[in-house]
Nanobody
Framework: QVLLVESGGDLVHPGGSLRLSCAAS????????MSWYRQSPGKEREKVAT???????NYADSVKGRFTISRDNAKNTMYLQMNSLKPEDTAVYYC????????WGQGTQVTVSS
């Protein structure tokens, strides 16, 4: 059974930082390209960052230079380090494969507000 559990979301002031985690189980994580997604109220879910199984990364223009995606294949866990957060980063953040082929988890809420 595939399970994705996101955690680490919180309320943070603009300019602050957060580190999100995605704990994965039920599939061969180390062989799977993974991505972080986010969805704000009234908006489509968008892909934020992707990391290949061998570690290469790709970012949406809106987060490039501020967010860093990483993974620990030994722990079946993926991370998203978010720095210089902006109010427009407010969303529910999800993890999934690059192809969105896995069951979605519950997500973790990130709120950036003063």
């Amino acid at each position: 059974q595939v399970l994705l559990v996101e955690s680490g979301g919180d309320l943070v002031h603009p300019g602050g930082s957060l580190r999100l985690s995605c704990a994965a189980s039920g599939f061969t994580f180390r062989n799977t390209a993974m991505s972080w997604y986010r969805q704000s109220p009234g908006k489509e879910r968008e892909k934020v960052a992707t990391i290949a199984s061998f570690g290469s990364t790709n970012y949406a223009d809106s987060v490039k230079g501020r967010f860093t995606i990483s993974r620990d294949n030994a722990k079946n866990t993926m991370y998203l380090q978010m720095n210089s957060l902006k109010p427009e980063d407010t969303a529910v953040y999800y993890c999934n494969s690059r192809l969105q082929s896995l069951d979605w988890g519950q997500g973790t809420q990130v709120t950036v507000s003063s």
